[in-house]
């Protein structure tokens, strides 16, 4: 990610999501910038009750792979990169179930990597804390949850976020910034 190479130092970088992408892409641009906005439309996950069933919440596993070890180790945090690996269920290969020729069951497998890496099994939930403990860790990021992104102008450097707050009343809140990362997901608004 070489946003120092478009937005001067002193520049405002605003990032629309806290996922991993978001959550990564804000601890990357503290390294280079002093004014980090994240922006959140859920509320703050790490501060809800465990006592949720995991069957209740809306979540997958997340699958990481060398690229994504690569890039957390990149970050600089290595305390962070232990945090999410000391949970990661290595993934070696799949079994690819089938029938041969002569209707027998078969079972082949079939590694993810020529060079034996794996993919490791993350929870989501789990992957998102340690991240978002880590910006709040992180002076000169700042995160906003409950905003709901609805309107960017690229040409004047500004978007618009309603503020959804669960005991507040809905506003609009007017956001400048040098530099725009959308990272909101798939029903994303930056994306339309």
Not at 120 to 143: C, G, H, M, P
């Amino acid at each position: 990610m070489a946003m120092d190479a478009g937005a001067p130092e002193k520049a405002k970088i605003v990032i629309v999501g806290t996922g991993p992408v978001g959550s990564l892409a804000a601890l990357y641009a503290s390294v280079h910038h002093d004014n980090v906005e994240v922006y959140e439309l859920r509320g703050d996950d790490r501060h809800t009750s465990s006592s949720t069933s995991s069957m209740l919440q809306k979540t997958i596993n997340f699958t990481l792979s060398e690229r994504g070890i690569r890039a957390l180790e990149k970050s600089g945090r290595t305390d962070l990169l232990s945090v999410i690996m000391c949970t990661a269920i290595p993934m070696c290969g799949r079994i690819i179930h089938g029938r041969s020729a002569t209707r027998q069951l078969t079972e082949i497998f079939h590694p993810y990597d020529v060079h034996g890496n794996s993919l490791y099994s993350l929870d989501r939930t789990a992957l998102n804390r340690a991240l978002r403990q880590e910006i709040e860790k992180t002076t000169n990021v700042k995160t906003f949850f409950h905003h709901k992104l609805v309107r960017t102008d690229l040409t004047a450097r500004k978007t618009w976020l309603d503020q959804r707050g669960p005991i507040t009343a809905p506003a609009t809140r007017e956001v400048d910034f040098d530099f725009l990362i959308g990272a909101d997901g798939a029903h994303s608004i930056m994306r339309q």
